[in-house]
């Protein structure tokens, strides 16, 4: 295979010396002369085609054109080259710091600075770079890549959490059916207005808090605790409030993330205790080039229902899914994800035991002042058995779909507004299971 040796050439003229070098060639072959916007096509084409080697000899042999512009591009690629492809971060941040010695205001080699010092795992290193950028007038483009790696870092922080209260109406708050009676093995039964769709407002709250302590040099302890309520102040018969505590191991082989938890989950339904349970969970997250992400969760729960003993249950559930940013230079202007699903649980009664199959996909658009996230879902259940007083064994589809828009700019006390709107369609062989629900929020949110 031919290779291709490239040297600085005249410095005055600004070009570069190229020889084709292959096994058989014969010696003192015919060097050319190439200017600078060839040399970099043609690194270009041998990234695109993987012949890195090529690429990055070209890159610094434009080192030595005499043009500071061209040198600085010249740069800053063979930093990105040595990044990301040839797995050189250390070569990288050296070059982008070199960059910035001639040029402290490109915002854009910052921003690289800080994703390379992440890389070689120096947190503070990266924040520093990222602060370098904070009240400048950044482009829209630039602002959105701030944004996108301050929020990644922010995964690495000791200690953080997230926080979201919203004003709440909801057509369905009970998630029940229209009907006014139900079929059972004994007749008809006349539903209750409690046992019937019933529209409500109401105030949501979903908090999450963390903090993570060195175990050593590649595990921390990571400790997570929780809260998820609904209340409603006229039918406080419906409020749904959940706690959680979740404790474990998190660790970082590579460039991957393993968590490992196990805690409590306590419920409360209607302002009186619903169940009990302990969950043990699993997360390997494993980044797919710069732009992508494969997850994969799994969990066993183990349920007292404080209710009803035979709802008593285990359950295993396996999630796979895969997230990805598009375009180009480390921009989120927009993305998506899919994730599958599935749950086994095994309950005293057979008629509680289902396996339930799931699916979600999901999209957002970075506008600059505000993001805009759309989500569809689907999930299929069937039950083991059929329950004693219905005709039937259930069997149910459900459709679900949300938008939001959250205004990142427009914060008040440190909290973003946002608005989101819900639907939901249910249908299943048993009626008192079968319902349709439309929900709105109107809140504020922030990650700290």
Partial sequence: MAALMLWPGNPASGQISAQAVAPDAPAGADAIQLDAAHVFVLAEQAEARGDLAIAETAYRALLADPDPELRTEARFRLALLLADRLARPTEAAEALRQILAEKPGAARVRIELARVEAMLGHRRASLRALRATSGAALPADVERMVRFYANALSALNPIGGSLELALTADSNVNRATRDSTLGTVLGDFVLSDDARARPAGGLSLQG??????????????????????????????????????????????????????????????????????????????????????????????????????????????????????????????????????????????????????????????????????????????EADARLALYPRRRKDDRMSASASLTWHRARLAGLAPFVRVRAERARSSLGIYAYRRFAGELGLTSSF
């Fill in 208 to 381: 999450q808090a963390y903090a993570r302590t060195p175990i050593d040099a590649a595990a921390q302890l990571l400790v997570r605790a929780s809260v998820s309520a609904d209340l409603h102040p006229h039918l406080g018969q419906f409020d749904d409030l959940a706690l959680s505590l979740q404790l474990g191991p998190e660790y970082h082989p590579g460039k991957d993330r393993i968590t490992l938890a196990a805690g409590p989950v306590l419920r409360w339904y209607g302002r009186t205790p619903y169940s009990r349970a302990v969950a043990i969970s699993s997360n390997w997250q494993h980044p797919l080039g710069r732009r992508g992400q494969l997850r994969l969760d799994g969990g066993v729960s183990l349920l007292n229902n404080l209710r009803n003993a035979l709802e008593d249950s285990t359950s295993w559930s396996a999630a796979l899914g895969v997230d990805r940013r598009f375009g180009s230079g480390g921009r989120a202007e927009s993305g998506g994800g899919l994730q599958v699903s599935l749950t086994r649980t095994d309950a005293r009664d057979p008629g509680y035991a289902d396996v339930n199959l799931g699916s979600q996909i999901y999209g957002y658009r970075d506008l600059g002042t505000a993001t805009l996230v759309a989500t569809l879902g689907y999930t299929r259940l």
